[in-house]
Each structure stands twice: as structure tokens, then as C-alpha cells.
């Protein structure tokens, strides 16, 4: 009887040393007085603040609360833990003998429940130990406050703890913002195809109405094939930098192109829709008033919306639209009234108005002075010049240079870059062997 009283005497002593002490033995799977995280495979991938929580003994045995009537003990569910919190014994009235009380208690008790994993998991049981004790005179400890202790205030074991955690979650996101992005540039063409396979309705005012939206489509193309069938043209949240390539289209009243990235409009634009009453741009990209004056040119509009568009923060952007497209009864869904004309025409007439036009406002295709520095634009023209053959006249070298001064965005000049290759001069003009013959 005197061997087994001594030798219960050393365990306690040992025991007693092991709580004093309290260092965590990560090695050896030891976390005195702690609550011990691990991550859960795919949950917690997905959701990095999710995972397995358990609590540790004073002599830092795991008890964690794994499935329906079992809790385990040194041998914690989803592997060994990621993250620990170190509790402070002062916070506990008891001392260790309170807290190894208070846990097993909550074990056992949980030992009889089923594992729910919405409200009566691992986070549970470990509230529960807290609760009883009660940890820091608190006994309201629940599974949010503890998913929050850990989340912010739990340390890592090592440094591969750290990335067991956050490598699957970044790489599992990364992948997916990846991919999103690949697919946002993916550019669709506007195929006949394409017209025929999206939603065509008739909308609630009656119009036979053509569905284009969210097609991620950057150019407007082929859309004779639709015969002007259509009132309505919807085409907003695309990718259209360029409101261009419209065929006559004499029944199109109304057209969206809301959520673009139309920065230009054609000078043909207004020609192709005759009788457009209704043109909504909102939140596009067009930054300067003369970008507008080809709207002019719809004569049959009534009601334009530019809401969202640089351009509505430019200084007298109202009068400019009135004074411009005088047609326009309703102005980014505000009705413009006489007093608001008559005082467009009024300043635009006068001597301050006709400076700030000559001073603010450009013209819709931009220029490539605008586009490029002077070197940048010299370089550009000698790169011209050195693709034109030799052998050309002194008049085609002059139409040459001409066509290069006059060039106005960066399509022009690749076209004409493909008219000299194909060895005609910018006239449409082929360049033939009969030179003196050509100049008579």
C-alpha cells in the first residue's frame, strides 16, 4: 500500500510540476489550459474561419467533441491542432483543479448529445467548459465568441500550421478569381447566330424588343440580319467601346446601351437610326462634350440618359446637350424645360459661349495629337513612311503624307498602314507600273 500511495504521489507531483510549469508542447501534442483549432477539410477551405475546436486538460490532454455521443480524448478529429489560444488560470476561481473539473463535466455531458453541426458542435462543448468554470466570470460564452477568440487571437503551432490554414483557401480563391477574370475577357462576336438564339419579346409598351444584354459582345456587327424587325435594341452590361456600325434601321425606336465602355460615338450613328426617340448610356465612358455632337444627328430623339458618364462633370454639360440637340425633351430623366433652352442659347450665342466651345470642347473622334506625344507621334509617322516603297511619286507620296496628318484614332491608322501594304495608295487607287500614264 506504501509503493501505490508513493507512486500516486509522484503523479500528482508530476502533474502539479506539469501544470506549474504550462509551456506547450507542440511536439508531442501537449497544450496545457488552451483551446485548440484545426481546420476541417473542404468547410474550411472554403471558409477559413470554420474549423474544429477543442479544449485541453492542465496537463494538456485534448478533449474535443468530435461526433454524436463521443468525445475524444488525446486524440483530436481532423488531425493534429493548426492553432492554439492560452487561457490564464488567474481568469479561472478555482485554479487547475476547477478547469479539469469543468472539462470533464462538459465532456461527459456531451458524451449523451447528438453532433449538430449548425448549433451543438465542437464550439459547443468547449462554450459549455467555459461556462461552468465560469472562464474570466463570464458565463455567456457561446460559438461565435469563440469562433472570433480563435480566429483573431489564436496562434499558430509553426509556421507550416500557417500555411496548412491559408494555402488551400488562397489557392481555391485564386483559381476562382482567375478563372472569373479569364472569363470577363473573353470577347463574344456578334454573330447572326448569336441574334437569333437570344430572347426577343414584346416589352411591356408593346415594342417588339431584342434581348443583347449581359453576351459580354464588344462590337456592334451584323445586325441586318435582323431584317428591322425590332423597336427596341437592348445591349446593356457588354464590353462596346463604340457606338458604330449600325445599318439602316428605320423602325428601331429605342436602344439600351446602359454599362458599357462606350467611349465614342460614329459620325454615320445618327444617319442608321432615323427614328430613335429613346437612347439610354448610362454609366459609359464618354469624357468630353463633343463626343456628343454626333447625336445631333438624331432627329426623332426625345429622351437620352448620360447618368454615370465623365462627361455629365463637365462644366455647363446640361446647356451643351440642349443648346446641341435642341430635338431632346427629356435629359437623363429630367424634363428640359423653355426657361433651361432659352438660357442654353442665350450663353452658347454669346461671346464667353463661343470661347468655351473653341477652348472645351473636342471633337468626337480624338485626334492622335491627343492620343500621343510628339515623339511618340513621330515615330509613329516615320514607321508609316519607311513601309511605302521608293518608287512612288512625288503626288502619291503627298497623298501619303496628307492621309498620315489626317488620321484621327488608332483604327485609321491601321487601316492605313493595310492600304499601303497592299501597294495602293490611300485614294483606293493601285499603284501600277505606268506611272507616267497615271500622271496625265
Known amino acids: 500500500m506504501a509503493v501505490i500511495d508513493f ?3 509522484m503523479d500528482k507531483e508530476e502533474q502539479s510540476a506539469q501544470v506549474i510549469d504550462g509551456r506547450v508542447d507542440a511536439k508531442n501534442n501537449r497544450f496545457p489550459l488552451c483551446l485548440v483549432w484545426t481546420p476541417i477539410p473542404f468547410i474550411s477551405w472554403l471558409l477559413p474561419f470554420i474549423g ?24 483530436m478529429a481532423f488531425g493534429k491542432p493548426c492553432r492554439y489560444y492560452k487561457c490564464d488560470l488567474i481568469m479561472v476561481l478555482g485554479k487547475h483543479q476547477q478547469w479539469d473539473r469543468c472539462v470533464r463535466m462538459a465532456s461527459n455531458e456531451y458524451r449523451s448529445r447528438q453532433h449538430n453541426i449548425f448549433w451543438d458542435n465542437c464550439h459547443s462543448h468547449v462554450a459549455l467548459a467555459l461556462n461552468l468554470m465560469p472562464y474570466g466570470r463570464n458565463a455567456n460564452w457561446n460559438m461565435l465568441k469563440l469562433c472570433v477568440l480563435m480566429f483573431f487571437k489564436g496562434r499558430y503551432v509553426s509556421v507550416l500550421a500557417f500555411f496548412q490554414h491559408w494555402l488551400p483557401p488562397l489557392i481555391i480563391y485564386g483559381l476562382a478569381i482567375g478563372c472569373g477574370r479569364c472569363t470577363y475577357l473573353i470577347m463574344v462576336k456578334l ?10 419579346l414584346l416589352n411591356v409598351i408593346r415594342e417588339r424588343e431584342l434581348c443583347l444584354q449581359n453576351a459580354r459582345i464588344h462590337r456592334i456587327e451584323n445586325l441586318g440580319t435582323t431584317m428591322d424587325t425590332f423597336e427596341t435594341l437592348n445591349f446593356s ?30 459620325d454615320s450613328f445618327g444617319a442608321s437610326l432615323p427614328y430613335l426617340k429613346t437612347l439610354v448610356l448610362t454609366d459609359n465612358c464618354l469624357a468630353e462634350l463633343g463626343e456628343l455632337e454626333p447625336l445631333s444627328k438624331l432627329q426623332r430623339l426625345e429622351h437620352l440618359c448620360l447618368i454615370g458618364n465623365p462627361v455629365t462633370r463637365v462644366a455647363h454639360y446640361r446647356d451643351f446637350v440642349i443648346y446641341k440637340i435642341p430635338q431632346v425633351r427629356v435629359l437623363d430623366y ?18 464667353d459661349g463661343e470661347e468655351f466651345l473653341k477652348n472645351s470642347v473636342r471633337k468626337a473622334t480624338f485626334s492622335m495629337a491627343l492620343a500621343f506625344d510628339d515623339e511618340s507621334m513621330t515615330d509613329i509617322t516615320q514607321e508609316v513612311e519607311d513601309s511605302v516603297e521608293s518608287n512612288r511619286t512625288a503626288e502619291q507620296m503627298e497623298m501619303i503624307k496628307e492621309a498620315i ?22 485614294n483606293g487607287k493601285e499603284k501600277t507600273d505606268d506611272v507616267e500614264e497615271m500622271d496625265l
Open 7 to 9: 507512486c500516486e504521489y
Open 405 to 426: 496628318e489626317n488620321v484621327t484614332s488608332l483604327e485609321e491608322l491601321e487601316e492605313l498602314k493595310e492600304t499601303l501594304a497592299r501597294n495602293e495608295v490611300p
Open 191 to 200: 454573330t447572326s447566330d448569336l441574334i437569333a438564339d437570344s430572347p426577343q
Open 52 to 75: 474544429h475546436l477543442g479544449i485541453a486538460l492542465s496537463t494538456g490532454v485534448i478533449h474535443d467533441f468530435s461526433t454524436s455521443g463521443y468525445v475524444s480524448e488525446d486524440h
Open 334 to 351: 429630367k424634363r428640359v424645360r423653355l426657361r433651361e433652352r432659352e438660357s442654353a442659347n442665350a450663353f452658347f450665342t454669346s461671346s
Open 237 to 266: 452590361n457588354n464590353d462596346i467601346v463604340k457606338l458604330e456600325n449600325f445599318p439602316l434601321l428605320y423602325r428601331l425606336q429605342t436602344l439600351y446601351m446602359a454599362n458599357n465602355r462606350i467611349s465614342t460615338v460614329d
